[in-house]
């Protein structure tokens, strides 16, 4: 099994739209993805699925 070779590959936060939390974190393949994402995902301080956007993970 082949080791992910690092390069384009980045860890980015999803932020809450609604309480601009920064919820969950993943990763994105910049070569692969250029859009920015936006998923509808679970907040449990709004407790209710909100848009989540990609955020910069510090
Ligand atoms: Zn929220």
């Known amino acids: 099994m082949a080791k992910s070779k690092k ?4 860890l980015i ?3 809450c739209t609604e309480c601009n939390r920064r919820n969950y ?5 910049r ?7 936006e998923l509808m995902k679970y907040c ?5 699925h ?4 990609e955020a910069k993970v510090k």
């Open 31 to 37: 070569r692969n993805t250029q859009a920015k994402l």
């Open 7 to 10: 390069g384009s590959v980045e």
């Open 50 to 53: 909100t848009l989540h956007k």
């Open 44 to 48: 449990r301080f709004d407790r209710k």
């Open 13 to 15: 936060a999803l932020q």
């Open 25 to 29: 974190t993943t990763k994105k393949n």
